[in-house]
């Protein structure tokens, strides 16, 4: 029996879906994503791909791996060494097109996200199921689009004209202070954050 039951339960828990949402993002019926995670079948080929596809997460992993709580959001402990040489310029941090962005008077369509963070976006087009800000003419939207037709975004309830869409940014993460006084320092709260996904990873492989 392969881990992907166990794998997509962990990453709809953390990202807080149910599975009707999941079905929907990976074009199942709900009934076949509990059969999935209860380990009463295994997924098609094409299933495994699109998934994969969607979480960054590849093929042998899924099957053969019980993924992190790392490995399902990418996180990575940066490395901090000293330059060898003087010239040596180093990897960047983040994409160079990258920048922080407030969300504060945006439409937030996507439930992951709340005006009080600060999100880390790179320009980019339009990508399906990927956490997006959208920028029109009149409004700014944080999405994950669903469907595009008939020349329209189509994400929950709501529809955007491809031709009222100026600008779209892809969200590469986010950062929300602990505390609504903001108190701490970043390295408290970065150690917190670090502590927290121990116990998160603790409570999910339990």
Same mark, same amino acid.
């Given at each position: 029996?392969?881990?992907?039951?166990?794998?997509?339960?962990?990453?709809?828990s953390?990202?807080?879906?149910?599975?009707?949402h999941?079905?929907d993002i990976?074009g199942?019926t709900?009934?076949?994503?509990?059969?999935?995670?209860e380990?009463?079948?295994?997924?098609?080929?094409?299933?495994?791909?699109?998934?994969?596809?969607? &979480?960054? *997460? /590849? #093929?042998?992993d899924?099957? +053969?791996? =019980? $993924?992190t709580?790392?490995?399902?959001t990418?996180f990575?402990?940066?490395e901090?060494?000293?330059k060898?040489?003087p010239?040596?310029?180093g990897e960047?941090l983040?994409?160079?097109?990258?920048?922080?962005v407030?969300?504060?008077?945006?439409?937030?369509i996507?439930?992951?996200?709340?005006?009080?963070?600060?999100?880390?976006?790179?320009?980019?087009?339009i990508s399906?199921?990927?956490?997006?800000?959208?920028y029109?003419?009149n409004?700014? &939207?944080? *999405? /994950? #689009?669903?469907?595009?037709? +008939?020349? =329209? $975004?189509?994400?929950?309830?709501?529809a955007?004209?491809?031709s009222?869409i100026?600008?779209v940014?892809?969200?590469?993460?986010?950062y929300q202070?602990?505390s609504?006084?903001?108190s701490?320092?970043?390295f408290?709260?970065?150690?917190?954050i670090?502590?927290r996904?121990?116990?998160?990873?603790?409570?999910?492989?339990?």
């Amino acid at each position: 029996m392969s881990n992907f039951g166990s794998n997509i339960k962990k990453i709809r828990s953390l990202k807080n879906y149910t599975q009707q949402h999941l079905a929907d993002i990976l074009g199942l019926t709900r009934a076949a994503v509990s059969s999935y995670e209860e380990g009463r079948a295994e997924p098609k080929i094409e299933t495994l791909t699109r998934a994969s596809q969607i &979480f960054g *997460v /590849s #093929v042998d992993d899924f099957i +053969n791996k =019980k $993924l992190t709580v790392n490995e399902v959001t990418h996180f990575k402990v940066p490395e901090i060494a000293p330059k060898t040489t003087p010239t040596n310029p180093g990897e960047a941090l983040f994409p160079s097109n990258a920048n922080w962005v407030s969300i504060k008077n945006a439409t937030i369509i996507d439930n992951r996200f709340t005006i009080d963070q600060i999100i880390l976006a790179k320009e980019d087009e339009i990508s399906i199921f990927q956490p997006q800000i959208i920028y029109t003419g009149n409004a700014t &939207f944080v *999405v /994950s #689009v669903k469907k595009i037709a +008939n020349d =329209k $975004l189509l994400i929950s309830n709501h529809a955007i004209a491809l031709s009222d869409i100026t600008f779209v940014k892809t969200i590469l993460g986010w950062y929300q202070p602990l505390s609504q006084e903001g108190s701490g320092g970043i390295f408290e709260e970065l150690d917190s954050i670090k502590n927290r996904l121990s116990e998160l990873e603790k409570k999910i492989a339990d």
